[in-house]
């Protein structure tokens, strides 16, 4: 599988992914959409933290449930632990120093998360 590294802008926040990133997705929500997040899944044996625990911040609405992350120094949203899957990480695709999404052009599927209960009830319906 491929190896990617992450990190932020200022890189203080560094992570390591093991993924084939086919796909991205585009999410609607109120958040995702003004941090322009391309989300990528990942289970938590193919994502390492190779930085410390208490560079990152933590930001949190609504439900609660969702925990986006984001480096306290320089800002840069690097990946969050999704409501619908808590126990995944979904890597912003933006943050990886080696993936090109320009040239590797995957397909961005579009999450409706605007209205998350609804999407998700029809995503289970289909799985
Ligand atoms: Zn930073």
Redesign the pocket.
Known sequence: MPHYTGS??????RFEIDAQITQVTECNCSVCRKKGILHHRVAPEHFRLLSDDSTLGTYTFGTHLAKHHF?Q??G?HVFTRPRAAPHLYTVNVRVLDNYDIAAEQPTVVPFNGREWEASVAALNRHS
Do not use: E, K, L, P
């Open positions: 932020c802008h200022c890189g203080t926040v480096c120094r320089c840069v």
